[in-house]
Every structure is written in structure tokens, then in C-alpha cells.
């Protein structure tokens, strides 16, 4: 071989040494950031199911509230009625 053929080979070589190291570290980088966003994804999905919760929580109460305050002034009517006679 010549010897420009000898150091195109070296600078070729070279080049893709550092482009195959650059991109392993890019692809581990990648790998790191995807593990994180899958994380913050099943955080937002288990607090998206609590707030659900807590709505239907909300919901069952505003249900039964009419028929709590109902019992509520049978009681204070029976009571002061019971005061009075």
C-alpha cells in the first residue's frame, strides 16, 4: 500500500472509532431519558387513578348528602318537639 493510502486508512478508521464511541454514549443517553419519561408517565397515570378516586369519592358524597341533611332536620324537628310536649 502507499503511504497515502496508509493514512487515509488511519484517518477513516480514526473517524469511525470516534463516531461509533459517540454513539454508544448518545444511545445510553437515550436509554437513560426514555427509562425517566416511562416513570413520569406511570406517575401521571397513578395520580390521573387517584384523582379519579377522589372524584368519585366527591361524587358518592354529593350523592348521599341530600339524605344526610334530610335525617339531620328529621332530627331537629323530632327534637323539638320532644322540648316542647
Known amino acids: 500500500m502507499d503511504t497515502a493510502a496508509q493514512v487515509l486508512l488511519i484517518i477513516v478508521s480514526s ?3 470516534i463516531f461509533l464511541i459517540v454513539l ?3 444511545a445510553i443517553y437515550v436509554i437513560r431519558v426514555v427509562k425517566k ?3 413520569m408517565a406511570d406517575r401521571a397515570e397513578h395520580m390521573a387513578s387517584s384523582v379519579e378516586s377522589a372524584a368519585e369519592a366527591v361524587r ?4 348521599a348528602m341530600p339524605l344526610v341533611r334530610l335525617i339531620s332536620k ?3 324537628v ?3 318537639r320532644s322540648k316542647k310536649g
Do not use: E, G, P
Open 78 to 80: 323530632a327534637q323539638k
Open 37 to 39: 419519561v416511562n416513570k
Open 74 to 76: 328529621v332530627v331537629s
Open 24 to 26: 454508544c454514549v448518545t
Open 15 to 17: 473517524v469511525l472509532a
Open 60 to 63: 358518592n358524597t354529593a350523592v
